[in-house]
């Protein structure tokens, strides 16, 4: 953040706008700078005494302070439910919506809100994930995955990254007072009645008031009880609150993933009692049940060091479903050894052609808070790492769509 922004807020209303611990991929001093080299593949994976001293921001679920805390208008981080898009206007379109084997709209997973203060234009930046939650498509994906022709693959795990100048149409260019004043400039587009996640652009054609975003959509309104009461207006409310005039979508899908904000600490070897204490709601018992049901799923010595490795830094703060770290060293802290891809398997950004940096990654903590089942056709991972645009490149487009690398449980599976 800048300055001025820094100087004008205070208390929790700078703690919520600072986002995530970020740091510039120059801000290294150049003797330490490590140039990420095409051919070098187990440098980038192997050198756990580096990872160790590369700054580390964990990021935690917790329920919603109160109703309007995570509106899109204080730029937050987020799980579950539906996005708070930055730019409420110009949303993803077409295929990028959907699924690239089933053809189903893609489900939100969550949001970082990751501003970086190198240039103006990413005064306020956020990232974006969703994924198709068939595990069947999960599984196509990770064979598309290793073709090897990232620019032309399928997949069911989609990124974009949304970002803009302080000065702007869509927010005021003073930082947020998060105490429910705060308001928007304008509304939105309108969404998906379903989904809430998606520009609706068909509307019923019997009450002609709610909106989807695909026939699918639509089709599974009409029979969850749209049929019944198409021609009353319960799906969309006016509402005034927080002094706005927005209109608040009711989402009728019960399909969506429980929402929950997402708080960051920075990862060190004492960890705050916050995320340690005995009722954390990922216990100790749990979490070494979880470890050694996915630890006998793997096959070769390897695959299983490597996954001992992983635990052994993750149970120093259990409850942790994101790792986030945005400097030139860094590097994801992958589970599984045959999983790890090379730079050769991280395509360059779409728009500018530059390369790919490790932003963030999502651990599988989070499939827990989303009360997913542990059957066999039940989604899973072992860690899903998100790839930007290293200058986060600017454009035309509002969302530019980035890359996720997944892994699951076993490879050899996939």
């Not at 100048?165 to 304008?186: A, I, M, W």
């Amino acid at each position: 953040m800048s300055e001025d922004l820094n100087a004008g807020t205070s208390g929790d209303a700078y703690e919520k706008l600072k986002g995530l611990h970020l740091s510039s991929l120059d801000d290294e001093e150049d003797e330490d700078e490590v140039l990420i080299d095409d051919n070098v593949h187990d440098d980038l994976y192997d050198d756990e005494d580096d990872e160790d001293k590369v700054p580390v921001s964990l990021g935690f679920v917790e329920k919603k302070r109160n109703s309007w805390s995570l509106l899109r208008q204080l730029f937050p981080s987020k799980a579950g439910a539906t996005p708070a898009w930055l730019d409420p206007i110009n949303l993803p379109s077409g295929r990028s919506c959907l699924c690239d084997f089933c053809g189903e709209p893609l489900q939100f997973m969550l949001q970082v809100y990751a501003p970086l203060t190198e240039k103006d234009s990413t005064f306020h930046r956020t990232v974006f994930v969703f994924m198709c939650p068939s595990m069947s498509c999960l599984l196509k994906d990770q064979h598309e995955q290793w073709k090897r022709h990232p620019g032309a693959t399928l997949r069911s795990v989609k990124v974009f990254r949304c970002q803009m100048p302080r000065l702007n149409s869509f927010y005021s260019s003073e930082p947020p007072k998060n105490d429910g004043t705060d308001k928007p400039s304008g509304d939105g587009a309108a969404l998906c009645s379903w989904c809430g996640t998606w520009r609706g652009d068909k509307v019923c054609s019997g009450c002609k008031t709610v909106r989807y975003c695909s026939e699918k959509h639509q089709a599974a309104h009409w029979q969850s009880g749209h049929k019944k009461n198409c021609f009353s207006n319960i799906s969309l409310n006016e509402s005034n609150s927080n002094g706005t005039a927005a209109r608040m979508l009711k989402v009728a899908s019960k399909s969506l993933w429980p929402e929950y904000e997402i708080s960051n600490e920075d990862e060190c070897d004492e960890v705050s009692d916050d995320h340690t204490h005995s009722t954390s709601l990922v216990s100790a018992s749990q979490a070494d049940e979880t470890y050694n049901s996915l630890l006998d799923s793997f096959e070769g010595d390897d695959d299983k060091k490597s996954w001992a490795s992983f635990q052994e830094r993750i149970s120093r703060a259990p409850d942790q479903v994101l790792r986030y770290c945005r400097y030139a060293k860094a590097k994801p802290l992958l589970p599984v050894s045959s999983g790890q891809p090379s730079n050769s398997d991280i395509p360059k950004c779409s728009y500018c052609g530059g390369p790919r940096a490790f932003e963030f990654q999502i651990l599988p903590q989070l499939l827990y808070y989303f009360n997913v089942g542990n059957d066999v056709n039940s989604l899973d991972w072992a860690t899903v790492v998100v790839y930007t645009c290293e200058a986060s490149c600017e454009g035309s487009m509002a969302y530019k769509e980035e890359f996720a690398w997944v892994q699951v449980a076993s490879q050899s599976n996939a």
